[in-house]
C-alpha cells in the first residue's frame, strides 16, 4: 500500500534519539515548548529548533501555538509507537497549559533521586506489585487509566504520585477528585504511596487556528 510505503519512508528518516524524545513526549503529556524540548535534550546541541522543524515536516510533530511556539505529537507518532493516546488529539487551553507544566515538572523531578515510570502498563504494574488490585485504581471504562498521572519510584521505596492542577478556579474541586480516585489504592497500601498536586502560574501564549 501506498500509504503504508510513505509512512515506511518517513520512520527511516529518524534517528533513534528522535524517537526516544517522541517517546517521552508521548508519556508526559503530547506538547512541549522549544526550551522545554531543549532540556530534553532532542539533540545533544543547539539545533533543537532545527530537529522539532524537521520532525514537523515529517509529520511527528504539530504546531499549535505560535507564541511561544507549543509543538504536539500526531497520530503519526502514536502509530511509530504502536500506542493509541489521547496525547494526540486536540485539547482546550486550560489542558495544553497543564500539559506544558506537567513538562516542567518533569523536567525539575529528573533531577531528584526518584525514578519516573512512564509506560502505562508498568505504572499499573508498579501498584499491582505493591498489593494493590487492579479495581482500586482510577478506572476509565471499566479500566485502570493512569495516563493522566505522574507515578515515580521515591527513594524512601514509597511509590509518588502527581497530579498536574488544571489552571482555573476549581482547584479544591479538583484535589477533592485526585484524593477520590486514589482513595481506594490508599487503603490497600497504606503509607506506601505519596500524592503530589503540580500548581505555578502558566504564561499564556497564542493558539494557531
Known amino acids: 500500500m501506498a500509504g ?11 534517528d533513534k534519539g528522535s524517537q526516544e524524545f517522541l517517546t517521552v513526549l508521548v508519556a508526559i503529556g503530547g506538547y512541549c515548548t522549544v526550551s522545554q524540548a531543549e532540556a530534553l535534550k532532542i539533540v545533544k546541541s ?27 505529537v500526531t497520530k503519526s507518532t502514536t502509530r511509530l509507537l504502536q500506542r493509541d493516546s489521547s496525547n494526540r488529539r486536540r485539547h482546550r487551553l486550560a489542558t495544553v497549559q497543564a500539559r506544558l507544566l506537567g513538562v516542567d515538572f518533569y523536567l525539575e523531578a529528573c533531577g531528584w533521586p526518584a525514578e519516573f515510570v512512564l509506560d502505562h502498563e508498568r ?37 509518588g504520585v502527581a497530579m498536574v492542577d488544571q489552571p ?9 477528585q485526585f484524593v477520590r480516585e486514589f482513595q481506594p489504592a490508599l487503603r490497600q497500601i497504606r503509607g506506601e504511596l505519596a500524592t503530589t498536586i503540580v500548581n505555578a502560574f502558566i504564561v499564556p501564549y497564542s493558539p494557531i487556528h
Open 46 to 72: 543547539t539545533r533543537a529548533r532545527a530537529r522539532l522543524r524537521a520532525l514537523e515536516r515529517l509529520g511527528f510533530l504539530r504546531r499549535v501555538a505560535a507564541y511561544p511556539v507549543v509543538y504536539q
Open 168 to 176: 482555573h478556579p476549581r482547584a479544591f474541586s479538583q484535589l477533592r
Open 123 to 159: 505504572k499499573i504494574a508498579t501498584f499491582t506489585d505493591a498489593g494493590c488490585p487492579l479495581n482500586a485504581l482510577p478506572q476509565r471504562g471499566g479500566k485502570p487509566y493512569l495516563s493522566e498521572q505522574f507515578v515515580l519510584w521515591l527513594p524512601d521505596g514509597r511509590i
Open 4 to 14: 503504508m510505503g510513505y509512512f515506511r519512508d518517513r520512520i527511516a528518516l529518524l
